[in-house]
């Protein structure tokens, strides 16, 4: 069965961190490009953070930039994303997502366009609360 799934999600403090692993099973993530979304309550999802097939070029959301990193770790066939500095605002459901393709090799994959994403995780709750 091929199928992303998410962990490392939990309740931390406002200026805490967490780190979000997304593992692969059943495929490999060689060819793949992947992202991390969010969606909190009442909200509608979001992009968080991509990065490219062979892992050199990333984006992430303007209010994301600075305190989360991702990376991923070919070899553990795993995606991750350092969150620090978290803030109550950052509270959501976390997805990780992979984008199939040769486009995706020297760059990261839209995080607005939800149709280029071929597998979606199921999701990993972080809570931002004191």
């Known amino acids: 069965q091929l199928q992303l799934v998410e962990s490392g999600g939990g309740v931390v403090q406002p200026g805490g961190s967490l780190r979000l692993s997304c593992a692969a099973s059943g495929f490999s993530l060689e060819h793949y490009a992947m992202a991390w979304f969010r969606q909190a309550p009442g909200k509608e999802r979001e992009g968080v953070s991509s990065i490219s097939i062979r892992g050199g070029e990333t984006d992430y959301a303007n209010s994301m930039r600075g305190r989360f990193t991702i990376s991923r770790d070919s070899a553990e066939n795993t995606v991750y994303l350092q969150m620090n500095r978290l803030k109550p605002e950052d509270t959501a459901v976390y997805y990780c997502?992979?984008?199939?393709?040769?486009?995706?090799?020297?760059?990261?994959?839209?995080?607005?366009?939800?149709?280029?994403?071929?597998?979606w995780g199921r999701g990993t709750q972080v809570t931002v609360s004191a």
């Open positions: 997502a992979a984008a199939y393709g040769s486009d995706w090799y020297y760059r990261p994959p839209s995080m607005t366009d939800a149709a280029v994403y071929d597998y």
